[in-house]
């Protein structure tokens, strides 16, 4: 088992993965036909909420950003294992050669595109509707992709405990928001320092994240086996 | 089921748990007398004191049954295709404490903010001890969630356990990044948690409480444990009575 | 709130809390015990037993 886990190519299965949920993702058109629409309303009420106060919303921009993130996010991690478990797609892949592992990595890259995705089209409406200012670009970019690594991983760990559940849709909120909690902490605080709004720590908060998404980056290739078992 | 399994399951109630129920309400009123009446108030915090009576040892119990429950579930998933009844002892023995630690989280929670009301003036600090309780409560409230779920047993606990092992990871991590977040960006402006030393006869009323308390939850545990264990036996006859009314209306449609 | 009314509340909870959770845990072995017809082995006659559990 452990010689035949090194044997395999890795590399190769997790890509094979990657490219058929992008390509389910790519013909049935939700993340960007709904996912980022309504995560841009929400964007809106978030101004609502604040009464459009242009100076909350320029420094709550970082915050309400990673807010808006958490709940697309949460719902293309739903519908990433939906696709799997409507079809029985889960027992096709606990036959079919591919590792847990691979399985694993593959799923977390597709969702890291649509989450990337997700967050070019919220980054493009937060800078049209709250007026912000980047002053850091690469802090912006890196806690960006560090937050959104994490933010996929994670995603994908909570996304199959609750897989194939009856009631998943307000279970997986419910387990995934606690442990995504110093994610969007770290997140917004790097954020805020990317847009000048704080002036310190902002490449602290973005390597933490880095940390967070290695941390079950590790559980995920040790556990998924785990979780995908039937009986 | 076979009479093998029904001797097997007892009722929650035997004579040791019933002496140890027993030894847990004398504890308890002592401890009530102890803690309300005898030990003197607190020169700084004042009455208010007594209530650290109850938050102390609920989140000390609270924290260690958490770590029951990992450990248990690390054990279940060691045994669950090696022994014979499938680890389940552990998976009951993990769930009953993480019950038990969300009851006494959730005491802590209640106390904490009462004795922050008199003490600090408000019932809640944004401080990482007080997040990272909330959170932590929230969480093992998800993994109870998920073990009631209706769904395979096996596939259920399985993933309950591992889902436990990665919480108790996710503590620290939650615990560092709130206490980051307000140490940087709040300059001391708050000395939340800065809790008097205590001597005395408030130590050993605190130190009595850890053990009453203790004795409390360790009752509730057995007992959470054996009500699990006959829920399964249910669930198991449920499903042996629905097979053997199926196949017999088989039998008599052919 | 004064001091003594916020101890005597949180202890008042915390006891309710307790009180209750233990009550819920025992009454629902108590019904799930007499669902499966496992009686209370001390307060039955052991010989009566099964038609103790007749009388659900």
């Known amino acids: 088992m452990e010689a035949a886990y090194w044997r395999t190519p890795v590399l190769a299965e997790t890509l094979l993965v990657a490219r058929k949920d992008l390509r389910v993702e790519w013909r049935a058109k939700v993340a960007l036909g709904q996912v980022a629409p309504l995560a841009l309303l929400i964007l809106v009420v978030l101004a609502f909420a604040l009464d459009a106060n242009s100076s909350l919303l320029e420094l709550g921009a970082g915050g309400l950003y990673w807010v808006a993130v958490l709940y697309g996010g949460t719902l293309l991690i739903q519908r990433s294992f939906d696709v799997e478990t409507d079809d029985g797609n889960m027992d096709a892949f606990r036959m079919s050669a591919i590792g847990a592992p691979s399985l694993f990595l593959g799923k977390s890259l597709a969702l890291f595109v649509q989450i990337g995705l997700l967050e070019l089209v919220l980054g493009s409406g937060i800078a049209l509707l709250y007026n912000v200012r980047v002053t850091d670009w690469v802090l912006l970019f890196v806690a960006a992709v560090a937050g959104t690594v994490a933010f996929s991983v994670c995603g994908v760990l909570w996304g199959v405990m609750s897989a194939g559940l009856r009631v998943r849709a307000t279970l997986l909120p419910l387990l995934l928001v606690p442990v995504l909690a110093p994610i969007l902490l770290a997140g917004s605080r790097a954020f805020e320092t990317a847009l000048g709004v704080r002036a310190d720590a902002g490449w602290t908060w973005a390597s933490l994240m880095f940390v967070i998404a290695a941390i079950h980056t590790a559980i995920g290739l040790g556990a998924f086996g785990f979780l995908l078992e039937e009986g | 089921m076979t009479s093998t399994t029904r001797s097997n399951a007892k009722m929650t109630a035997t004579p040791a748990t019933r002496v140890l129920g027993v030894l847990a309400i004398a504890a308890t009123a002592l401890m009530a007398v102890l803690g309300l009446f005898i030990s003197p108030a607190d020169v700084i915090q004042g009455e208010a004191v007594r209530m650290l009576y109850l938050h102390v040892p609920s989140i000390w119990i609270a924290y260690g049954a958490f770590v029951l429950t990992s450990v248990s579930s690390i054990l279940f998933l060691r045994a669950r295709k090696r022994r014979e009844d499938q680890g389940r002892h552990y998976d009951r023995l993990a769930g009953s404490a993480a019950e038990v630690g969300v009851v006494f989280t959730g005491i802590t929670l209640i106390t904490g903010m009462l004795w922050g009301k008199v003490t600090w003036g408000t019932y809640w600090q944004w401080d990482a001890r007080l997040t990272t309780t909330i959170l932590l409560f929230v969480t093992y409230l998800g993994y109870l969630a ?50 008097p030393e205590i001597t005395g006869e408030m130590y050993w009323t605190l130190l009595y409480s850890t053990l009453a308390v203790t004795i409390v939850a360790t009752w509730l545990m057995i007992h959470r444990y054996r009500v699990i264990r006959l829920e399964e036996l249910r669930d198991e006859e449920a499903l042996a009575a629905l097979i053997s009314s199926r196949l017999k209306n088989d039998d008599g449609s052919n | 709130m004064s001091e003594v009314t916020t101890v005597v509340t949180g202890w008042g909870i915390t006891f309710i809390i307790v009180a209750t959770y233990s009550m819920w845990v025992v009454s629902r072995g108590k019904i799930i015990g007499q669902e499966l017809g496992i009686g209370e082995m001390e307060q039955a006659d052991p010989g009566k037993d099964a038609d103790a559990t007749t009388d659900l």
Do not use: C, E
Request: zero cysteines; hydrophobic letters at 50%; glycine letters at 2%.
């Open chain 2, 146 to 195: 998920l073990r009631r779920l209706p769904a395979d047993p096996m596939v259920r606990s399985q993933r309950a356990a591992v889902m436990a092992l990665i919480s108790f990871i996710n503590v620290p991590i939650v615990h560092y990044s709130v206490d980051w977040w307000r140490t940087l960006h709040q300059k001391a402006s708050l000395s939340v948690g800065r809790r």
